[in-house]
């Protein structure tokens, strides 16, 4: 195990300790899917096995959940579990489970943008909420497939 992979493993198991503690740590649990993902995404760049990837995903996204539902008007968890959703669609082989992961994605991107009063992540969440609706649009039929790329645009235009 390379240094910056010891490094995320002990974090890791810093915040499951902080969360088995205290599973009301809003900071805790979302410091640890932040640190999922990150593993997922090092996997991905390491041409890790799939499974280990996608499985690092799905547990940041419970614990992005979990976050969500201490703090239910933060932005950030809403935004990075969208994230986390296109990585695991993207992962996906099987396309209906793709869309349903990128349908999701766009939910929770819509959300950050809603709860987001102080303006911090709605630019980014816009862009990423466009690009979804992009990844969606290309597993769509020909009528949505328009659709969904006119929403996507609009998506894009409300960033800028």
């Keep these: 195990m390379e240094g910056q992979d010891r490094m995320l493993a002990m974090r890791a198991a810093r915040h499951c ?12 649990l979302y410091s640890w899917a932040l640190v999922l993902q990150e593993q ?14 996608v499985d690092l995903l799905v547990e940041a996204c419970t614990k ?8 239910p008007g933060a932005p950030a968890p809403l935004y990075n579990w969208g994230i986390a959703l296109g990585d695991c669609a993207r992962a996906s082989t099987n396309t209906a489970r793709a869309r349903v992961l990128w ?5 929770r991107y819509r959300a950050a943008v809603e709860c987001d009063t102080a303006l911090t992540q709605s630019t980014q969440a816009l862009n990423n909420w466009g690009l979804a609706l992009q990844q969606l649009a290309m597993l769509s039929l020909q ?7 006119l929403a996507a ?6 960033a800028i």
């Design 143 to 149: 009528d949505e497939k328009i659709e969904r790329l």
């Design 103 to 107: 349908l999701e994605a766009c939910s």
């Design 64 to 71: 992005y959940a979990a976050a969500h539902r201490l703090r």
């Design 153 to 158: 645009v609009g998506r894009f235009r409300e």
């Design 17 to 28: 300790d902080v969360v088995a503690a205290d599973p009301t740590d809003f900071d805790a």
């Design 40 to 53: 997922a995404e090092r996997a991905e760049a390491a041409r890790a096995d799939v499974v280990r990837r």
